[in-house]
T-cell receptor, first 117, second 116 residues
């Protein structure tokens, strides 16, 4: 079974600064997908960024980028130019390449990000 | 735009009651999921359905059942509510076909359920 570990329960960053949230995972599969979701106080889970394991290039979405290290099974999220609206709970998630039951997402325990003025 | 709607934002029930949590999506998605979210534990999958009347157990199905009679609606049922089922419940849906990375799960706003 796959597991996802987020070792930082809480992080803080100054507005306009850069912060990196870490995520490691354990799997025996070679093909899979990785996601970062954001959950603000409004509770709506929002997809931030996604990565296909077979792609070596790191995904980027505006101020959000990932550092995907397949051999190390690491998938960290970098937020540049942090804004007050980035304050939220961030979840790292793993999805198998397979379909059926395996299409579920396996989530980490989350990192709460505070953005300071 | 994608829309997953959960019937209640907050719900308070008593121990032993039968509780229904409803989820509706308007995107013609085949897959629907019920997760439970607890502090320090992240989201854990309770049940999921990949088609009408089809269901599969997730990681923590004990004490729960589900119903999918129509494609757009997925219900989570607590047969006899207990205090340890006090939690946030999140529904999600996704397309079954296509490349998974292009078809991520879309979530509802969650139902915060308290069992007294």
């Amino acid at each position: 079974a796959q597991t996802v570990t987020q070792s930082q329960p809480e992080m803080s960053v100054q507005e306009a600064e850069t912060v990196t949230l870490s995520c490691t995972y354990d799997t025996s599969e070679s093909d899979y997908y990785l996601f970062w979701y954001k959950q603000p106080p409004s509770r709506q889970m929002i997809l931030v960024i996604r990565q296909e394991a077979y792609k070596q290039q790191n995904a980027t979405e505006n101020r959000f980028s990932v550092n995907f290290q397949k051999a190390a099974k690491s998938f960290s999220l970098k937020i540049s130019d942090s804004q007050l609206g980035d304050a939220a709970m961030y979840f790292c998630a793993y999805r198998s390449y397979l379909t059926g039951t395996a299409s579920k997402l396996t989530f980490g325990t989350g990192t709460r990000l505070q953005v300071m003025l | 735009d994608v829309k997953v709607t959960q019937s209640s934002r907050y719900l308070v029930k008593r121990t032993g009651e039968k509780v229904f949590l409803e989820c509706v999506q308007d995107m013609d998605h085949e897959n629907m999921f019920w997760y439970r979210q607890d502090p320090g534990l992240g989201l854990r999958l309770i049940y999921f359905s990949y088609d009408v009347k089809m269901k599969e157990k997730g990681d923590i199905p004990e004490g729960y059942s589900v119903s999918r009679e129509k494609k757009e609606r997925f219900s989570l049922i607590l047969e006899s509510a207990s205090t340890n089922q006090t939690s946030m419940y999140l529904c999600a849906s996704s397309l079954r076909r296509g490349r998974p990375v292009e078809q991520p799960q879309h979530f509802g706003d969650g139902t915060r359920l308290s069992i007294l």
